[in-house]
């Protein structure tokens, strides 16, 4: 199994949509190395922190899984997508300054100045202490 991370704008999608529709299509991603990641790397049971990117604050708002290995996207198949589906909503967000500023996550790929990648891999220990950080009431 592996970790991501996947980043949306609320505006456009957020946890909440996630929630209400159960699972969704993950399409419109534009960048060669997510695509890779999404394409060659994701598999059915993966892990995903979904972070709320271009929010105040901008950070991770729950967790979703891969639901649907990556196929083509339908009117041009130069790129890939997956299906996510919803597993949980944290409390409160954790939000990018939390992550920077927490101790084992100084090589979490989010939070290195001008990584904007939309899909990222994340380790194992990365993914539970975010996770534990979401699940604080």
């Given at each position: 199994?592996?970790y991501?991370?996947?980043?949306?704008?609320?505006?456009?999608?957020?946890?909440?949509?996630?929630?209400?529709?159960?699972?969704?299509?993950?399409?419109?991603?534009?960048n060669?190395?997510?695509?890779?990641?999404?394409?060659?790397?994701?598999?059915?049971?993966?892990?995903?922190?979904?972070?709320?990117?271009?929010?105040?604050?901008?950070?991770?708002?729950?967790?979703?899984?891969?639901?649907?290995?990556?196929?083509?996207?339908?009117?041009?198949?130069?790129?890939?997508?997956?299906?996510?589906?919803?597993?949980?909503?944290?409390?409160?967000?954790?939000?990018?300054?939390?992550?920077?500023?927490?101790?084992?996550?100084?090589?979490?790929l989010?939070?290195?100045?001008?990584?904007?990648?939309?899909?990222?891999?994340?380790?194992?220990?990365?993914?539970?202490?975010?996770?534990?950080?979401?699940?604080?009431?």
């Amino acid at each position: 199994m592996k970790y991501w991370l996947v980043k949306s704008e609320p505006s456009a999608y957020s946890i909440d949509d996630l929630e209400r529709d159960g699972s969704t299509t993950w399409d419109g991603i534009r960048n060669y190395q997510a695509r890779n990641f999404m394409r060659d790397e994701m598999q059915v049971g993966d892990k995903v922190l979904f972070y709320a990117s271009s929010a105040e604050p901008p950070g991770v708002t729950g967790i979703a899984e891969v639901s649907r290995e990556a196929r083509p996207e339908p009117k041009d198949s130069t790129w890939s997508m997956v299906d996510l589906r919803f597993v949980e909503k944290f409390p409160q967000i954790v939000p990018l300054d939390t992550l920077k500023a927490t101790r084992g996550l100084e090589k979490m790929l989010v939070v290195k100045k001008g990584m904007r990648l939309s899909i990222q891999p994340v380790t194992k220990a990365e993914f539970d202490v975010v996770v534990k950080l979401g699940r604080r009431k």
